[in-house]
């Protein structure tokens, strides 16, 4: 089920728009009339083909503070504005990723340079040509339900660094929201895209989708679904909050 927006006219820049959610976010933006900026270490993703002019599409490093001011400024610039900023980007790498007390604290920099400075790049970079618009803009940022919990098999800068962006999304949301531009944040559960490619049998699929009381893994599309709500006008009384789209599972952990 999928409602219709309409973003004619609108501007939106989407990191990770090379990964699973990332790119279901950009095509149901371009779905709905918008032009994107989409921001990815991958190549283009093919089914981002076609598209023309609506579609720019940026290769380069999250964690490269010139390329994203560069990029984003160019886009702002050309577009004559921005209206969203979608911060879908994030690693999370098993086995490097593990208990503060002993990983290798240059992963942890690494984990928290895409994951949470890249944040603060983007919106730093962006928010100049929400200004510009004069009608206000609205950011999504993907953080994780993980972050909510413990774990007894800790990833310990995916969890830090995903709590940092629902702080830094609510920050941003009471500094700007004086001024129309919305921040929110987006706390997926378990959800199919390569990201998750350890799931990699019909056994653990099922087990995977036992776990989460609606009974299934959760969709790039889903998260699309809650994104364009969160950045269209019908979520205008919207700010500072995280929604969890995860199936039920926050409320078994
Ligand atoms: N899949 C899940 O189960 C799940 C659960 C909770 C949260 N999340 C979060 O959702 C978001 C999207 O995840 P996904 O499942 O689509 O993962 P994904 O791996 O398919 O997509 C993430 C994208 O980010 C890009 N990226 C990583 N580092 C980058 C960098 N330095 N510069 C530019 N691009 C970079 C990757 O190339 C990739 O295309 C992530 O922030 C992730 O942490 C995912």
Redesign the pocket.
Known sequence: MMISYDFTGRHAVV??A?????EAITLALLAAGASVTG????PRPDSLGGFGDRLAYCQG???DAEFVTTTITAAGTARGGIDYLAN?????WFGRDASALDMDMAVWDQVFA?NLRAVALTARAAVPFMRKTGRGGAMVH?S?V?WYRGDPKPQDAYQASKAGVCALSKSLAMQLAAEGIRSNAVC????L????ARWDSDDVLKAVADYAPLGRIGT?QDMANATLFLLSDAASYITGIELAVDGGLLMRM
């Not at 090379?18 to 990332?22: A, L, N, S």
């Not at 921001?39 to 991958?42: A, T």
């Not at 997926?188 to 959800?191: L, S």
């Not at 895209?193 to 998750?196: E, G, S, V």
């Open positions: 990191t990770g090379g990964g699973g959610m990332g921001i990815d270490l991958k490093d999250l964690s879908v980007a994030g690693v999370l895409i993907f994780t993980q997926p559960g378990m959800t895209t390569p990201l998750q790039a």
